[in-house]
């Protein structure tokens, strides 16, 4: 009812609430136009919403708005001004370019700077849908260029550099613009508009002198102390830009960021916040492993922490930890081992391991702490905990004898399939030193048809380097468990290794002793432990949403936004234990095998051979 202005918004907004939930309005286009025609700014800006919205379903019909557009565009108000360029930047169809882009230019020299800054958002907008080596977008860059060089206003300056940016990746406006912005920097009267000057001075860094480096950073300190995360960020990032070729300096600004960055964290009203700080700070650690080293206490874990929280605070802790903090930090990770959240208690575990490989005068504790654990029996933490043991053996096989006697007791108790096969490998790798090993084998054959494909793979490994080093007493179980795995018709993966076990056994005993126990190098690191290359691309790309996600963006499909903003949350649900390299490392002090041992190895695997082979030929 075009006559009762009052029903004709309340119509508005209902449709505009409908097309909110979803439902396709599309079909009014033409009715919507008919309102578009008011006085009423209310009611122009949500026309100009709805038609923005379904412009591209209505292809040929916003070309009736074009005229209400362009009389809208040198109206006496400015807001009426500015809301026409931000309608006519928002349709983006290719056959409305020669009716909207003239007026939207002529907009970039209006006499009120709101209508300067909403036509400079515009033009980068229409301009994106010309054509590349068109003239359109050539003429529009050149005209957003020079606004940048002669608009006095800082906000219109912003848009035109953010416009021009988006046109141009890699256009840089010139250092006295920058210049000029800076000193206007407290006039900016929105967070992201001093972001946007901070970004700016990052491109400029490399033509700073001492002096200037050193004048920005006095301006600039008192913005540390803002309430905005992103502003703390930006003017973070450009301190470590201005300083990067200056290293008396940029090692103070870490000393200097730190606080500040703390502060965020604790004073920050939600989580969502507080993570993006938080993963910075992780990467500041991978340059400065000490620069937290005694604010470790910042990043204990809250009852009401969400998951993704909870998760990169005990990395932080992992990284903070040294031989001062390391006695607290473990008290800390025990307490969350019995947390609620499984993903908590796993990545507590993970912690530990990861402090003691990285701190080896704590290794031993930590393992005698491990061991506690084992005895709560409950099989979530307990197979956590085998899984972290397992690692700590291969990085310190010294510690075998003190852990593999409370690991081998809930070997029967162990269903985690992952957890099952490191206690197996833990079997073959040091049979010397369990007395019950040879007959665990009997067990495992016992139940093959039983067991997880994982746990059967490593049953083969382990059986082979039972058989070796104590031939007379694994005799029959490790040929119990070739002939099931040669005669399994499940996986081709198992019959396969199993065949090329038997292979190196009957052809030579000491080859195959080379290849399955032969001696290794020590482990210094686990390689995906040592991100080296990643961490200096996360660094290029600082105060982006990279470092929250923890991928560069050459390393990032090109998703919806829905789907991108869902990754932090998919990331710290990552809970799967880290597949290290299937590296099993020996003390350098191993004996080697005596002749009398070679010998017995000799007469069993000829035993063994017939029965593998009988078997293998008769599931052929």
């Known amino acids: 009812n075009e006559r009762d202005a009052k029903k004709t918004m309340d119509a508005i907004q209902r449709i505009l609430s409908y097309s909110n939930l979803g439902v396709d309005m599309s079909p009014l286009y033409a009715e919507m136009i008919k309102s578009c025609n008011t006085r009423d700014l209310t009611q122009k800006k949500l026309v100009y919403m709805y038609l923005s919205e379904y412009a591209q379903k209505n292809s040929e019909m916003p070309l009736l708005t074009v005229n209400t557009l362009r009389q809208d565009a040198i109206d006496a108000s400015p807001l009426v001004r500015g809301l026409a360029m931000r309608a006519m930047g928002n349709l983006r169809l290719s056959n409305l370019l020669e009716y909207l882009l003239p007026p939207v230019l002529d907009g970039l020299k209006d006499s009120h700077p709101y209508v300067r800054k909403t036509a400079t958002l515009a033009a980068g907008k229409i301009a994106a849908i010309c054509p590349v080596d068109g003239d359109y977008r050539r003429d529009t860059l050149d005209r957003i260029k020079s606004t940048v060089q002669t608009d006095e206003d800082a906000q219109v300056v912003i848009n035109a550099k953010h416009a021009g940016r988006e046109l141009e990746h890699h256009y840089n406006p010139g250092k006295s613009v920058v210049a000029r912005l800076i000193s206007r920097f407290r ?85 969502e916040v507080v993570y993006p700080v938080l993963c910075h700070l992780k990467l500041f650690l991978t340059r400065f ?17 969400p998951t993704y929280l909870k998760v990169i605070k005990v990395e932080l802790l992992t990284l903070i930890a040294s031989e001062r903090n390391a006695p607290n930090i473990l008290d800390e990770l025990i307490a969350y ?95 010397k030193i369990i007395d019950d090993a040879p007959y665990m084998l009997e067990d495992l054959a016992d139940a093959w048809d039983g067991l997880p494909l994982p746990v059967k793979l490593q049953a083969i490994t382990s059986a082979v380097k039972l058989l070796l080093e104590r031939p007379a007493e694994s005799l029959a179980g490790a040929g119990r468990i070739l002939a099931a795995a040669a005669a399994d018709d499940c996986s081709a993966d198992l019959r396969d290794r199993a065949q090329l076990y038997y292979a190196l056994l009957s052809k030579n005993v000491e080859d195959a002793r ?43 499909p090109n998703l919806p936004k829905s789907i991108a903003a869902s990754a932090v949350q998919e990331q710290s649900n990552n809970v799967q234990q880290p597949s290290h390299v299937e590296q099993q490392d020996q003390s350098p002090e191993e004996e080697e095998t005596s002749p009398s041992s070679s010998s017995s190895s000799q007469t069993a695997v000829a035993d063994l051979v017939s029965p593998v082979m009988n078997t293998a030929s008769s599931s052929s």
């Open 289 to 305: 492993p000490d620069l937290l080293e005694a604010e470790f206490s910042h990043f204990f874990v809250h009852q009401n922490d």
């Open 514 to 556: 080379m290849v399955v126990s032969g001696p290794k190098d020590p482990l210094v690191t686990f390689p995906e432990d040592e991100e080296f290359s990643l961490q200096d691309r996360l660094w290029d790309e600082f105060n982006t949403i990279s470092v929250t996600l923890g991928k560069p963006r050459k390393d990032r």
């Open 187 to 271: 006039d900016l009267s929105s967070e992201w508009s001093q972001c946007q000057v901070l970004d700016l001075l990052c491109l400029v860094s490399s033509q700073l002198t001492t002096e200037e480096v050193m004048g920005l950073m006095n301006g600039l300190d008192e913005r540390l102390q803002d309430n905005n995360s992103a502003v703390v960020l930006a003017v973070a990032k450009a301190f470590l830009k201005i300083t990067k070729n200056i290293p008396e300096i940029h090692r103070q600004v870490y000393l200097r960021l730190k606080a500040p960055l703390l502060l965020l964290v604790q004073t920050a009203a939600c989580p």
């Open 337 to 431: 081992v019995t947390d609620l959240d499984p993903i908590c208690t796993r990545k507590s575990l993970e912690a530990m391991g990861k402090i003691a490989i990285k701190l080896p005068p704590v290794v031993r504790e930590i393992a005698a702490r491990l061991i506690e654990l084992l005895d709560l029996g409950d099989e979530a933490i307990s197979s956590g905990v085998i899984l972290v043991i397992k690692d700590l053996i291969r990085k310190y096989p010294r510690i075998a004898p003190d852990v593999l006697p409370a690991v081998i007791r809930v070997m029967e108790h162990m269903e985690e399939p992952e957890a099952k096969a490191a206690i197996i490998w833990m079997l073959g790798e040091h049979a």
